[in-house]
């Protein structure tokens, strides 16, 4: 048995695959940005050894602030900035004003999610490393190292807002396209299978037309080849009937209501003689004369719906030196039955 199809859950498994790729992709753009930050974070680093490389030429003379002038006088903005601290103090934030608002204060209070402390306690001298860490929710790439100034350490940080640089025109335009193709690709995948699932639909109804059809057909077909059969049965051109199938045809006459009928009994002289006679009847009776063998020399016609005068014609001319007729039965109807008819009239022809 064949399974339909439900083109309705098909579908539905489309616009589930559809949304699964979107959530793919989304989450496959989270790591294509996060492995960009972290390809940023390892050129960040090479500045920070930089601007190292120009704190250590102060020589010892140099004081804490002009570590800290050196830091500010570098570029500086909402999204790119620069933190030193000493120990747990903090020498310089961002800028001049905002460093005021942190004096007194421990880095810890500036580096206060899980991700900037772990960042911070993860430092080490002289080696610059980076992070992706969170501050007030929003994400940085960061990175620093320790450094040994007169015999104390002190901790030195760049950190790059990451909105800096992923919605940097070119960057967020081909990000924007890439998605957009995406969308408009899942989009196309999801009408192209409505589409398809509604001719399918269309298709299968179609067939399904067609095999109720065919089954009409061949019904049809079945009936007309069963009245073909039976219309054979009597078609008597060219075949001879044996006596014990008489009683079904005139059975078969008397439901059709055919009439008259002209039974009509020849004797031929031999076996041989019987034969002839069949082979002569194939060329001058038509398919309405039934012929039946009733034994080796005796041969019963039976006249369908001829009139009398055509019929006994017929059987006249039919008779020769080796073929007589011995006698014959004219119904008219069939209002006693031609079985019955048949039997009374054959009766008579045994009698004599």
């Given at each position: 048995m064949k399974r339909k199809i439900n083109f309705f859950v098909v579908t539905a498994l489309v616009v589930f695959f559809a949304m699964a790729a979107d959530v793919f992709i989304i989450w496959q753009l989270?790591?294509?940005?996060?492995?960009?930050?972290?390809?940023?974070g390892a050129e960040q680093d090479g500045y920070v050894k930089v601007v190292l490389g120009e704190i250590n030429r102060l020589g010892d003379d140099a004081t804490e602030e002009n570590i800290t002038e050196i830091i500010s006088s570098l570029d500086a903005t909402a999204s790119r900035y620069w933190t030193v601290s000493k120990e747990d103090s903090i020498l310089f934030v961002k800028s001049v004003t905002e460093t005021n608002r942190y004096k007194g204060f421990t880095d810890g209070t500036y580096?206060?999610?899980d991700s900037a402390a772990a960042f911070m306690n993860?430092?080490?001298?002289?080696?610059v490393g980076h992070q992706?860490?969170?501050?007030?929710?929003?994400?940085f790439i960061a990175s620093g190292m320790i450094f040994e100034w007169r015999g104390q350490q002190y901790r030195i940080c760049l950190l790059t807002y990451d909105k800096a640089l992923l919605e940097d025109n070119i960057l967020l335009e081909c990000k924007n396209s890439i998605i957009i193709i995406l969308l408009l690709v899942l989009a196309l995948l999801i009408i192209l299978s409505m589409m398809m699932s509604k001719k399918i639909r269309g298709q299968a109804s179609r067939i399904a037309l067609q095999e109720e059809r065919a089954i009409w057909q061949n019904q049809q077909l079945e009936q007309l080849d069963e009245q073909m059969k039976r219309e054979h049965a009597f078609s008597a051109r060219k075949r001879v009937f044996k006596h014990t199938v008489l009683d079904e045809f005139l059975q078969e006459l008397d439901e059709r209501g055919a009439k008259p009928i002209h039974f009509a009994v020849f004797e031929t002289e031999t076996q041989e003689s019987r034969d002839e006679f069949f082979e002569h009847m194939q060329m001058v009776l038509d398919n309405r004369v039934l012929r039946f063998s009733m034994d080796d020399r005796l041969v019963l016609l039976i006249f369908a719906r001829y009139e009398q005068a055509v019929s006994s014609k017929i059987i006249r001319s039919l008779e020769n030196k080796k073929v007589r007729k011995v006698a014959d039965l004219y119904c008219g109807d069939n209002t006693e039955s031609y079985k019955r008819q048949f039997e009374q009239f054959w009766k008579a022809v045994a009698e004599e």
């Open positions: 989270n790591n294509y940005e996060t492995r960009f930050l972290e390809l940023y580096y206060a999610s993860r430092l080490k001298l002289n080696q992706i860490i969170y501050l007030n929710e929003d994400r």
